[in-house]
């Protein structure tokens, strides 16, 4: 049963346009959401979350966007640089869904020069 | 130290094989957790640990996946009898604190790939 699905395995977009990542969960009891990026041969590092109560955060160039009715939050990366090539995780906790972090099964971004 | 250290980084056994991964966290991290992340596929937990206490380890597979942190600070994941489906990325994660409420902020480690034959 996996609880935070990201259905979408790769996404490519120029360089300088908008890359727009989802991610679909199924636990009502998740209080925050997080965006993790990983490079090859590197661990995940955290890049931005939200809290269950807001709709959106924004962090310079990278925008969370939740909609708690439809399940679904979205990272938004503008504009996108070649850098930013990696694959995204999105994650959940929450108090009373164990507290751990709970992982989709990522999204690998590829930004063409 | 400056971050999450795991060692070896790449480790193969033949199956049937034990093997043992080490996991120095960030220095003054009381939680520690272990995740198994197999080919394509995001992290799964594994186990948590607060301090030298093993507060959850409901992820573990089977009884052949043992972790202990003895003194509060390095984790060891041993897995006993490797079997194939072992073969993934064993993450290493610490924080601060592991409160009851906020974002679960992680720090990990480069990960420990183990391949087994």
């Known amino acids: 049963d996996q609880q935070v699905k990201q259905n979408s395995p790769s996404l490519s977009v120029q360089e300088g346009r908008i890359s727009i990542l989802n991610c679909d969960y199924t636990n009502s009891m998740f209080d925050y959401f997080l965006w993790y990026k990983k490079y090859p041969a590197e661990g995940p590092t955290f890049l931005i979350s939200?809290?269950?109560?807001?709709d959106k955060n924004e962090d310079g160039r990278f925008t969370v966007f939740l909609n708690k009715s439809a399940k679904h939050l979205s990272l938004h990366i503008v504009p996108s640089q070649p850098g930013d090539s990696a694959v995204y995780f999105c994650?959940?906790?929450?108090?009373?869904?164990?507290?751990?972090?709970?992982f989709g099964g990522g999204t690998r971004l590829m930004v063409k020069p | 130290g400056a971050g999450v250290s795991q060692s070896p980084r790449y480790k193969v056994a033949k199956r049937g094989q034990d093997v043992a991964l080490r996991c120095d966290p960030i220095?003054?991290?009381?939680?520690l957790f272990w995740y198994q992340q197999a080919l394509g596929q995001g992290p799964e937990f594994l186990t948590y640990f607060q301090n030298e206490a093993q507060l959850d380890k409901s992820g573990l597979p089977s009884d052949r996946f043992f972790a202990e942190r003895p003194e509060g600070s390095v984790s060891t994941l041993k897995i006993q009898r490797t079997q194939q489906e072992d073969s993934a990325v064993y993450l290493c994660?610490?924080?601060?604190?592991?409160?009851?409420?906020?974002?679960?902020?992680?720090?990990f480690g480069a990960g420990s790939r183990l391949t087994v034959l």
């Open positions: 994660a610490s924080s601060l604190a592991f409160g009851s409420t906020g974002a679960n902020v992680l720090t």
């Open positions: 939200i809290s269950s109560i807001k």
């Open positions: 994650a959940a906790n929450g108090r009373n869904a164990g507290n751990m972090l709970t």
């Open positions: 220095s003054g991290h009381v939680s």
